[in-house]
């Protein structure tokens, strides 16, 4: 059975992807490591729980040591918005710590997965049908973060066989932990107001289309990666993942089929925009479909479906 970390645990990924973990591997074998969000008692309850800051190398080897790791999943991060506004805390956080993570598991032979993101492309990439192998000239700094991870992975794998894996997730939609900081949060968030308020205004214009995929997926995504044989993998570390692409427009429709008295209204962030029109519209994750089965099951209508019936329960709010 392994015994897997889980970095980033608190996050909109991590807190989810842990539980997945759990009741796959068993609670006692998933070790959940957070720094600085409070950690749920779902979490906390559940299973094994450390402090981990991952730009202190000894604090993931101590727990790696302590529970005799053979998987990390390396989640913690900064997002794209906020590392625009922090970009020396973003390089500290997305490259040292997952130096350090990669250190740690050179040492002890862990297997590794590490998250990559469309944030990997830039403006002269191709925007519809992005292909895996591309250019890759990002122009922020949570994508020359990401774009070094991708590369820093290949070469532990290439140098030192360090098992390393990965995917390039979109924008992420989930009910259960708030995403933050990110570019794409709007389509998490544009749900939260829609229940509650009936009104959302969208930071990013109506027109902007991206990637995006309901957490089901994401969680789907790395674990079906973890477990493929390694000698299937060509594109081990950054496999294109979609599962939708849409815009702040199409997602406000969907939603008023449910919910018809919804409005969207506009303040587009310059910030947060420039870093969207820097991304694509669409990828083509025909590699990873090839190379490990990739087959997302929602699509826009069934996640929308999904997160309303969901999100009203949590919320307690009939729709
Ligand atoms: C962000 O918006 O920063 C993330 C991402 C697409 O990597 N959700």
């Not at 794998?157 to 390393?164: A, C, I, N, Q």
């Not at 930071?203 to 000698?231: C, H, Q, W």
């Not at 694509?280 to 099951?297: C, F, I, L, T, V």
Request: net charge neutral.
């Amino acid at each position: 059975m392994r015994k897997i970390l889980v970095t980033g645990a608190t996050g909109q990924i991590g807190s989810e992807l842990t539980m997945a973990l759990r009741e796959r591997y068993g609670n006692d074998n998933v070790i959940a490591a957070g720094h600085k969000r409070k950690p749920s008692k779902k979490l906390l309850n559940s299973g094994p729980f450390r402090v981990i800051d991952c730009t202190d190398m000894t604090t993931i080897e101590k727990v790696v040591r302590e529970f005799k790791v053979d998987t990390i999943y390396h989640l913690a991060a900064i997002l794209s918005a906020v590392a625009e506004s922090k970009p020396q805390l973003a390089w500290n956080v997305n490259i040292n710590g997952l130096y350090n993570a990669l250190e740690v598991a050179r040492e002890y032979g862990c297997v590794v997965f590490v998250p990559s993101s469309i944030g990997v492309f830039g403006p002269n990439t191709l925007k519809n049908n992005t292909p895996q192998d591309t250019i890759q000239r990002p122009n922020t700094m949570y994508g020359i973060t990401k774009v070094t991870g991708e590369l820093l992975c290949d070469y532990y794998y290439e140098k030192f066989g360090v098992d390393t894996r990965g995917v390039r997730y979109p924008g992420i939609i989930s009910y259960e932990t708030l995403p933050g900081g990110g570019t794409t949060d709007y389509a998490v968030e544009i749900f939260y107001e829609a229940i509650k308020y009936r009104r959302y205004i969208c930071y990013l214009r109506a027109d902007t289309y991206l990637d995006m995929m309901y957490m089901p997926d994401a969680i789907k995504a790395a674990i079906d990666i973890m477990e493929v044989d390694s000698n299937r993998l060509i594109h081990r570390n950054a496999f294109n993942v979609t599962a939708m692409s849409f815009s702040p427009k199409d997602i406000a429709n969907e939603i008023k089929k449910y919910i018809p008295d919804f409005v969207i209204d506009y303040n587009v962030d310059p910030t947060r925009q420039a870093i969207a029109d820097s991304w694509p519209n669409k990828m083509d994750d025909s590699a990873a479909r090839e190379e490990w089965g990739w087959k997302p099951r929602y699509d826009l209508a069934a996640m929308t479906k999904d997160m309303l019936e969901k999100l009203s329960e949590k919320l307690k709010v009939r729709i």
